[in-house]
């Protein structure tokens, strides 16, 4: 498995406390069948078998009968599972109270979550690529500022506020990377960070 790491910009304002989750997806598409979805505040939709969709994960759905104000028919939008079961997917946005009723069909797709047992996590910010110096330094080791989340298959990153009030850099840029237990070590994520000046200090 080879992949080229997605860019996202971020800014931190200084003396906040900065959090983020990510999520890796697998290019392989999973697929499940509605059997049904309420009319209720929020949305719930029912699969006909055991779904893989963690909470948080981003999916599509399309060929909804009857309800068909849930369907998508853009591959840019996505729903994210505010909490799931077994065979239950809740869409918090979605107030579906006046919609039309469901009258079957429809499917649910999704990329695969990746799975993330045995794996370790790094995220360094430099000045720039060339600098030598980290400027700060997460690690998914206990304590480090980086969670790896096999259960519900996310990483997250904290970075206290006490930290990030001393950041007196404008910009500078950050990746993320992932080492398996195979030592195979995958690019995640990378991206410019900007910082916005406190007010409040």
Known sequence: MSISPAKINYKIYQGSTFKETFRWEAQTKGYTN????????????????????????????????????????????????????????????????????????????????VPLAGFTGILQIRENISSPTTILQLTSAAGGGMIINDTNKFISITIPAITTAEFNFNSAIYGIELTSSLGEVFPLIIGNITVIKEVVR
Request: hydrophobic share 30%; glycine share 6%.
């Open 34 to 113: 509605i059997t049904n979805i309420s009319k209720t505040a929020p949305c719930v939709i029912t699969t006909s078998n055991t779904h893989t969709i963690p909470q948080g994960w981003r999916f599509r759905v399309t060929d909804v009968l009857g309800m068909t104000q849930i369907n998508q028919t853009s591959e840019d939008n996505f729903y994210l599972a505010s909490s799931v079961t077994n065979n239950t997917i809740t869409i918090n946005s979605i107030n579906s109270t006046n919609f039309n009723n469901y009258n079957g069909g429809g499917v649910i797709s999704y990329n695969l979550p």
